[in-house]
């Protein structure tokens, strides 16, 4: 009798898994602009927008479009990271990025700005869609992301003058 119950439970983590896995992504509802989202509060978020309190929207030396492009190809370049929707010369995308172990999604809409003609900045908004709580993972992301657009960005040789 154990061990039929052992093989139900065992069925039922696995049916799910695969919930989890194989559950859609409505691209209406991920698929927000992160410079007129209004945060929920919860800690299973974090939007890096000036004046949110999370963190103020980085600038790069970088043309909209460029940045965009830039982006785009260094995340997707992340392990488990797919580009839901958008395309950088719209300087709006949705990406997705699912968890190691079980692929739990995070959802991470970008928003590109011009600042200058040779100057743009990022707004970001991370977030998960299971969970109450994601112990500071969409955070540590997006700081990630950034300093690592930062390396890049101290990479490129220097605009002739």
Request: hydrophobic share 45%.
């Amino acid at each position: 009798m154990l061990k039929y119950l052992v093989l139900v439970v065992i069925a039922l983590a696995v049916l799910g898994l695969a919930r989890i896995r194989l559950a859609g992504d409505d691209v209406a509802v991920w698929h927000v602009d992160p410079q007129a989202v209004t945060p929920t509060g919860t800690p299973n978020q974090f939007l890096m927008r000036d004046g949110t309190g999370g963190a103020d929207s980085p600038v790069f030396a970088f043309e909209a479009v460029e940045l965009a492009r830039v982006f785009d190809e260094y995340v997707l370049s992340k392990p488990r990271v797919t580009r839901l929707v958008g395309e950088p010369e719209k300087l709006w995308m949705t990406y997705i990025q699912r968890s190691k172990w079980f692929g739990f999604p995070d959802y991470i809409s970008v928003r590109v700005f011009p600042v200058t003609s040779e100057k743009a900045g990022l707004i970001i908004y991370s977030r998960s869609r299971y969970g109450g709580s994601d112990w500071g993972v969409n955070k540590a992301r997006v700081d990630k992301w950034v300093a690592g657009l930062r390396l890049i960005e101290a990479a490129r040789p220097a605009a002739a003058e």
